[in-house]
């Protein structure tokens, strides 16, 4: 089993390139905790406005749990969603439960508390 997180977005227009820099260091901490397995954190080359794209493989809801309760994780967030003008995200899983995006979901809304919510629904709608 593997589920896949991918993040694409864009950095507000006024984030300077230091801004950026430190910012993809902040979330390239997150992606080196031991509950990732693999990441990819760089620039995106789709053909939409995104810009860069962060992809961390996670081996079982187990380690999903781990990672999503990593202090690392949400400090990180703190310090990296307000930079960002887009945010959209996708999870991909090779399980072949049909119950795993609700158990997904759970371990989502377990451990994202009302702040770290917030974050999100200042960004506004993440597509």
């Known amino acids: 089993m593997m589920i896949t ?12 390139e ?14 080196s905790t031991k509950s990732v397995a693999f990441s990819s954190i760089g620039r995106y080359f789709g053909a939409d406005s995104y810009t860069h794209a962060y992809c961390v ?15 690392v994780h949400r400090e990180g967030d703190f310090q990296f969603i307000p ?8 999870m991909v899983s090779d399980d ?7 158990k997904i979901k759970q371990c989502l809304d377990a451990a994202v508390d009302p702040e770290w919510k917030e974050l999100f629904d200042r960004l506004g709608k993440v597509n």
């Not at 997180?5 to 300077?16: A, G, K, P």
């Not at 230091?18 to 993809?24: G, H, P, V």
């Not at 072949?96 to 609700?102: G, S």
Request: net charge positive.
């Open 5 to 16: 997180n991918i993040l694409r977005f864009q950095f507000r227009n006024e984030v300077n």
């Open 18 to 31: 230091a801004e950026r820099q430190r910012a993809l260091k902040v979330i390239t901490r997150t992606a």
């Open 57 to 71: 493989g996670i081996p079982n809801l187990a380690a999903l749990d781990r990672y999503l309760r990593e202090p």
């Open 83 to 90: 930079l960002l003008a887009r945010l959209s995200q996708m």
């Open 96 to 102: 072949p439960d049909p119950d795993l995006a609700a």
